[in-house]
């Protein structure tokens, strides 16, 4: 506090982040131990056994707190060490049952895991905890856990974060784009546009060999592309880029349903820019080309892609001013994601169906959906 008078709280900050020697007092009535924040940080580390500062030292690599499961897997941390180290007040847990570390203590516990050589092999189980948390979060966000769902990965965004960047700057481009491409539905879902999906799948895709990974450039390429969509809308060229290069992918790939996807995507843009003919035949392409995702799906009984396909074709039948088969398969759409309990996906068919009644002049049932 007493550095305000001469310095901004941004020089302030930027000062700590250097050296937390920056902390220090001039009295001289002080006992050593409390001249400074890292002289009271260094105190309350000699006070740990080597298996507490092996943990606290780990425990680092977390951004915006973490679990007690986290903990374990990450940095091998016991039951009894996290307890311990909270008596100690080198932790604090929240009433939410997340621990946290104060971030003066972890920009201390950063340079002494520095110190032992471990920031490496500790960051890479960090990003493999994350990736294997993301993997599993994309498949919840497709049912009846899609709320609580997205509420844990808000509350792990700055671990997200974390591990996205470790990894583009560290040369695991590969897992790093992984985690990008799965963490795709997430960014769409939340509205985290600029800052977030576009930047961290721009910086994935630039960094990757994309024949090494065909899959996963195909579903990075087709978020980035929604993303940029969304946020810039119809005439950002940007957009389209990254469906075509998505496209070609999935061709390669030999994949019917992310082949007609990237086509509605590209009938939808040239919708945006006027160019009404080139969307009709984007739209008849993909209608053709969903027709035969929706037989492989039905024999998959991939239910949550199988509803969205569904959607899907009636939008490209609504194009063509088919109503009556938008109507079925709209229908069709909902009860399987009523089904699922897809919250968000039955809240968008049953506005398809309000759109499909207005187009056939029923009014009363086209307000009775968008209600």
């Not at 470790?166 to 509205?191: K, P, V």
């Not at 790939?253 to 996807?261: T, V, Y």
């Not at 009636?314 to 229908?331: C, I, W």
């Amino acid at each position: 506090a007493a550095w305000v008078r001469v310095l901004s709280c941004r020089e302030i900050r930027q000062e700590i982040e250097k050296s937390l020697e920056f902390l220090t007092t001039s009295l001289r009535d002080v006992p050593a131990r409390h001249c400074s924040v890292l002289a009271v940080f260094d105190h309350s580390w000699n006070r740990l056994s080597p298996e507490e500062q092996r943990v606290f030292r780990s425990l680092a690599v977390f951004r915006g707190g973490f679990t007690r499961e986290a903990a374990g897997q990450v940095a091998a941390a016991s039951l009894p060490v996290l307890a311990s180290l909270l008596d100690k007040s080198m932790l604090r847990r929240s009433e939410s049952g997340r621990y946290e570390l104060h971030e003066l203590l972890r920009q201390y516990a950063a340079e002494k895991l520095d110190e032992a050589g471990e920031t490496d092999q500790v960051a890479s189980r960090h990003l493999a905890y994350f990736l294997k948390l993301s993997e599993q979060a994309e498949t919840k966000l497709q049912g009846v856990e899609q709320a609580s769902w997205l509420k844990r990965l808000d509350s792990e965004n700055g671990n997200l974060r974390a591990a996205l960047s470790w990894s583009l700057e560290n040369n695991e481009t590969e897992i790093g784009l992984r985690l990008a491409a799965t963490l795709g539905q997430f960014w769409w879902m939340r509205g985290h546009l600029h800052n977030e999906g576009i930047k961290w799948l721009d910086s994935a895709l630039s960094g990757t060999d994309s024949a090494e990974q065909p899959a996963v450039c195909a579903r990075a390429f087709r978020w980035l592309g929604l993303l940029r969509l969304t946020a810039y809308g119809g005439h950002d060229a940007t957009a389209r880029s990254a469906f075509e290069q998505s496209l070609a992918f999935y061709r390669a790939l030999e994949d019917w349903n992310g082949i007609a996807s990237l086509l509605k995507y590209l009938g939808d843009i040239a919708g945006f820019q006027g160019d009404d003919a080139a969307m009709r035949s984007f739209y008849a392409a993909a209608r053709s080309a969903y027709e035969k995702a929706l037989n492989i799906l039905r024999a998959q009984d991939d239910k949550w892609r199988l509803a969205w396909t569904l959607n899907a074709l009636g939008e490209t039948a609504r194009v063509e001013n088919d109503y009556e088969a938008a109507r079925l398969y709209y229908e069709e759409s909902l009860s399987i994601r009523r089904e699922l309990g897809d919250h968000r996906g039955i809240a968008a068919s049953i506005s398809n169906l309000g759109y499909v009644a207005q187009h056939q002049g029923d009014l009363r049932q086209a307000t009775k959906c968008f209600k």
